[in-house]
């Protein structure tokens, strides 16, 4: 038991940590250059740039990234299968690569002022395609490598990526303050690919992707997978978008810098455990019988707390040094209301856990009702708590937000996983 404890952390959860914890790293360095040059005022009016680049994160390669891990992990015993899925992949995300670059494009131009500072069209157009095309490349090969178990390819790789990126950032905000930040932005996901596919030739990856007749049920499951992202890449941004409006017009360019500072730090230490879920438990749950999934996925959330609760408490006692280092002196109120922010990200990863299970059963419909369930929560709780205590008491509304969601997410688990059984 001990030998396979030890194995468990030094095969799996040493190389997903450490990349990602890489990759934070470098996302913390991106926020810190970034609020250092331009203070919490570049900060809020970047805010809507972040918001694209998230939004293009998210829905690269079509979105499918768990999709690839999930089915990956259940066919890798099968190589016809695989090649097949592998065909299906190809195709897939060639035609949502062109299909999301146009749409970018079309909603960048239109909504420049929101979106950029000092771009032409075609810098939009050229940046945003770039961007998106490399994210989308390097969103397949990790999910290929996790789907595969080869944790430390994929370790190797977005820790290099991650030392590319940070070099990339340095370098642009050195030559020109703003829009050096937003090339960062833009290409912080996609420069990483570089390392990826130098990783993928070196593991002889490509000999997989052999072109066959795919079965189109195999595209339909995938299409499931992306209206599943694409319902939690639109709600979530959308909602972000409107309370930054509305926090604009009761506040200030600076306050909303300083609400997106607090967002972005709680998205940073937050995606530690996201990339765990995704990384290992969807493929792991992918292939667990049914009447195996309550057990293991209680056995999750305590792993959760037990992980969560000293991290957050040291984080608390320390949070003014934190948040100085990740941001700056500037962001006070992260300061001040960094204890409700913590205490929200508990039981929204407990709830995103459970999310992750349901992805891995590809229970669409569930996941695609609570990514706007969450919006609706999210928007309702911060317009009624800023209209009734004001501005002041957004921060409020987080643990609100994540109790109610994750105590939902909770009722609903338990009777969609028990009616496989």
């Given at each position: 038991m001990n030998f396979l404890r030890s194995s468990i952390l030094l095969n799996i959860a040493a190389p997903i940590l450490l990349g990602h914890f890489s990759?934070?790293?470098?996302?913390?360095?991106?926020?810190?250059?970034?609020?250092?040059?331009?203070?919490?005022?570049?900060?809020g009016r970047l805010a809507n740039l972040m918001m694209l680049a998230t939004l293009m994160l998210s829905f690269s390669a079509g979105g499918v990234s768990n999709a690839i891990a999930k089915y990956v992990a259940e066919y890798s015993d099968n190589n016809?299968?695989?090649?097949?899925?592998?065909?299906?992949?190809y195709k897939?995300?060639?035609?949502?690569?062109?299909?999301?670059?146009?749409?970018?494009?079309?909603?960048?131009?239109?909504?420049?002022?929101?979106?950029?500072?000092?771009?032409?069209?075609?810098?939009?157009?050229?940046?945003?395609?770039?961007?998106?095309?490399?994210?989308?490349?390097?969103?397949?090969?990790?999910?290929?490598?996790?789907?595969?178990?080869?944790?430390?390819s994929a370790c190797i790789?977005?820790?290099?990526?991650?030392?590319?990126?940070?070099?990339?950032?340095?370098?642009?905000?050195?030559?020109d303050n703003y829009k050096g930040a937003q090339f960062s932005i833009l290409f912080f996901s996609a420069v990483p690919v570089l390392s990826l596919i130098i990783v993928l030739i070196k593991i002889k990856i490509w000999s997989n992707f052999t072109i066959v007749n795919s079965s189109p049920f195999r595209i339909g499951k995938l299409v499931?997978?992306?209206?599943?992202?694409?319902?939690?890449?639109?709600?979530?941004?959308?909602?972000?978008?409107l309370v930054r409006?509305?926090?604009?017009?009761?506040?200030g360019v600076d306050f909303v810098g300083n609400w997106q500072g607090a967002l972005r730090i709680s998205a940073a230490y937050t995606s530690l455990f996201i990339a765990i879920f995704s990384a290992y438990f969807v493929p792991k749950f992918s292939i667990?019988?049914?009447?195996?999934?309550?057990?293991?996925?209680?056995?999750?959330?305590?792993?959760?707390?037990?992980i969560y609760i000293p991290v957050g408490c040291c984080v608390y006692v320390l949070s003014e040094f934190f948040v100085e280092l990740i941001l700056s002196p500037d962001f006070k109120l992260v300061i001040d209301n960094i204890?409700?922010?913590?205490f929200a990200d508990y039981f929204k990863l407990m709830a995103y856990g459970l999310g992750f299970v349901l992805i891995s059963r590809a229970k669409s419909k569930t996941v695609i009702i609570f990514e706007v369930l969450q919006m609706a929560i999210y928007i309702a709780s911060v317009f009624s708590i800023t209209e009734i205590f004001g501005f002041s008491s957004v921060f409020l509304s987080l643990p609100v937000i994540s109790i109610a969601y994750f105590l939902l997410m909770m009722a609903t688990f338990r009777i969609v996983i028990r009616t496989d059984l």
């Open positions: 990759r934070l790293m470098a996302g913390l360095f991106l926020i810190k250059a970034i609020a250092v040059s331009l203070g919490a005022h570049g900060v016809e299968q695989l090649i097949s899925f592998y065909t299906a992949l897939y995300v060639v035609i949502s690569i062109a299909v999301a670059v146009l749409l970018f494009s079309l909603l960048a131009i239109y909504f420049k002022d929101i979106f950029f500072l000092q771009f032409s069209n075609l810098q939009v157009i050229l940046t945003l395609s770039i961007s998106y095309l490399a994210t989308s490349v390097y969103v397949v090969g990790i999910g290929i490598l996790n789907g595969l178990k080869k944790y430390w790789s977005i820790s290099i990526g991650s030392l590319l990126a940070v070099w990339m950032t340095h370098e642009l905000i050195s030559i499931n997978f992306s209206l599943m992202q694409c319902v939690s890449v639109v709600a979530m941004p959308l909602a972000d978008f409006k509305h926090l604009l017009t009761l506040s667990l019988s049914s009447d195996l999934v309550l057990i293991h996925t209680w056995k999750m959330l305590r792993y959760i707390s037990i204890g409700y922010m913590l």
